[in-house]
């Protein structure tokens, strides 16, 4: 009912007033990322289906599914590397497909694997990276300092990438995604080929950026999802099976859910091979 | 703007961190260097005395330079293709150009910063290529303006070259597949040009179409602006093809 006369409304007066409410909405809420019907098509094979997120700032929500059940996909959806078949996004209430660059502006992106050019060293490729988000020279110096600090980088800054190890280049990769301090970021397996130490102390570091910026982050290790997020959003071929926040209880039957949402149908698709 | 100037600069910076760039320039320089002295050579032993006295003898900028920029010319047909596979092929391959594709900067951007960047590479070939010429001036007095217009004539050329390259980097994830279509697609234009220019069934209208027919106009210092615009049409038509390949990429996955 609303929507209609919303609609007329709109069409009498020239003024969206769902857009209105919808943006006074994000403002007292903080919403900084939303989803919506966000589907993703390789030809006839359906990568993603019809997919609703909601982020507000403050929480770290788990991306979490098997092998090939779309979690890569939507995230490079969710960063504007990939366009979606239907469905919007909106980051801090910005179309990220109408007005990508101010879209670009408040996203930090860890690709699955760490988009960084061999031939440059640590400095200059975070600094490549600040300069792109349109920050001046000082800032951009100001920001890449600030980024070096936290993912611990000081004493490799002037490294070739090309020599780094895979854990450096990936501390590299989340230092590039957080400089510009951005409301959403977006991790994809953030602590794949890091050492224990260095995995303990990125839970910590997603916790730190979660209480002042939103993060989503996908993985396949349950713990890590127990360990770091508030919510969790559990995807199985495309589809959506689960989406809640991680309460006491939740924890606790995590595993139990996952195996249960995501695991029938692998049992099928075993007995299928077999006969 | 500062965008793509920062793009721009970076990729500059990408080339002269690694060896490609350098040896290529070597090598240029080398085999340039080489057909220069031995046309250099010809001329003073050889070509000089039989001209002495002749009313409008061709001077040593129509023998020598021109000839230089000619070979030039054909050598970056084969040089060209390294140079631009990188641009685009190497990022799929190495899934970099995600880094670009995440920031603020919109596709046009990122596709008008690497083709600056390449202008700025193809400057300095250009530059390297052309002190020798200009050494000459110490000695003799040189017809400038028809080394000006040679030299704007190759850089317009390798703009082309540059610009066909970038696209043809754009639609593979090969580095060495974009090489060898480049060059593939650089040689069937040369040969456009020799096929206008075959005895009995010339066309005219291969010969318009190849780069080379504009090219060589440029070498005996014609300066016609159907040839400025046949290569700005040519460099604009491509890097519009090279922003809708990205467009599609991000499209399609």
Redesign the interface.
């Known amino acids: 009912m609303f929507v209609i006369i919303a609609r007329a409304w709109h069409d009498w007066v020239g003024v969206d007033i769902t857009s209105w409410k919808f943006s006074l909405m994000m403002q007292q809420q903080q919403v900084t990322l939303v989803a919506t019907q966000l589907s993703?098509f390789?030809h006839k094979y359906c990568a993603v289906n019809n997919l609703n997120l909601c982020l507000e700032r403050g929480q770290v929500l788990g991306l979490l599914g098997a092998n090939g059940a779309g979690k890569s996909t939507t995230l490079?959806m969710l960063?504007?590397?990939?366009?979606p078949t239907t469905g919007s996004i909106q980051i801090n209430g910005i179309d990220l497909l109408d007005q990508?660059?101010?879209a670009?502006?408040q996203?930090g992106?860890l690709?699955e694997?760490p988009?960084?050019?061999?031939?440059?060293t640590i400095n200059?490729q975070l600094i490549?990276?600040a300069?792109?988000?349109?920050l001046t020279k000082q800032e951009a110096n100001e920001a890449v300092a600030y980024a070096r600090q936290r993912c611990h980088l000081d004493e490799m800054q002037d490294r070739l990438i090309g020599n780094l190890s895979k854990g450096f280049r990936q501390r590299v990769g989340i230092a590039?995604a957080i400089l510009h301090s951005p409301t959403l970021i977006i991790l994809d397996e953030p602590t794949v080929g890091l050492d224990p130490i260095q995995v303990n102390d990125l839970r910590k570091l997603i916790r730190e950026l979660g209480e002042s910026h939103s993060v989503i982050l996908s993985t396949h290790i349950l713990s890590e999802v127990k360990a770091v997020c508030d919510r969790v959003h559990i995807l199985d071929c495309g589809e959506t099976v689960f989406s809640g926040d991680i309460s006491g209880e939740t924890v606790q039957s995590l595993e139990k859910q996952f195996f249960d949402l995501v695991g029938p149908e692998a049992q099928l698709a075993d007995q299928d091979v077999a006969v | 703007m500062?965008?793509i100037a920062?793009?721009a600069r970076?990729e500059l910076?990408?080339w002269f961190?690694?060896p490609l760039a350098w040896s290529l320039l070597a090598l240029v320089q080398f085999i340039l260097a080489w057909v220069f002295l031995l046309g250099l050579n010809e001329y003073l032993t050889q070509i000089q005395p039989l001209m002495v006295g002749r009313e409008n003898a061709p001077g040593l900028t129509d023998l020598v330079i021109s000839a230089l920029y000619l070979w030039a010319g054909l050598l970056m047909l084969a040089i060209m293709p390294i140079v631009t596979m990188r641009v685009f092929a190497e990022e799929y391959n190495?899934?970099?150009?995600?880094?670009?594709?995440?920031?603020?900067?919109?596709i046009t951007q990122i596709v008008l910063g690497k083709y600056l960047g390449l202008l700025l590479l193809i400057m300095i070939m250009l530059f390297m290529i052309s002190l020798m010429p200009f050494s000459l001036a110490f000695g003799t007095s040189l017809d400038w303006g028809k080394l000006f217009a040679a030299m704007l004539g190759l850089y317009l050329l390798l703009a082309s070259f540059a610009a066909a390259g970038m696209f043809i980097s754009s639609i593979t994830k090969q580095p060495i597949i974009a090489a060898v279509a480049t060059f593939g697609f650089l040689i069937f234009l040369a040969v456009l040009y020799i096929s206008g220019q075959a005895k009995g069934s010339s066309s005219s209208l291969f010969a318009y179409l190849s780069h080379f027919g504009h090219f060589v106009a440029f070498l005996e210092g014609l300066f016609n602006s159907t040839d400025l615009v046949y290569y700005l049409l040519f460099i604009i038509t491509f890097v519009l093809m090279t922003i809708r390949s990205l467009d599609n990429k991000?499209?399609q996955?």
């Not at chain 1, 960063?79 to 366009?83: D, E, F, K, Q, T």
């Open positions: 993703r390789y490079q960063s504007g590397n990939l366009a990508p660059r101010l670009k502006h996203l992106y690709p694997q988009a960084l050019y061999k031939d440059l200059e490549y990276a300069r792109l988000q349109e590039q | 500062s965008t920062f793009i970076m910076k990408r961190n690694s190495n899934q970099t150009l995600t880094f670009l594709s995440t920031s603020p900067a919109s991000r499209l996955g």
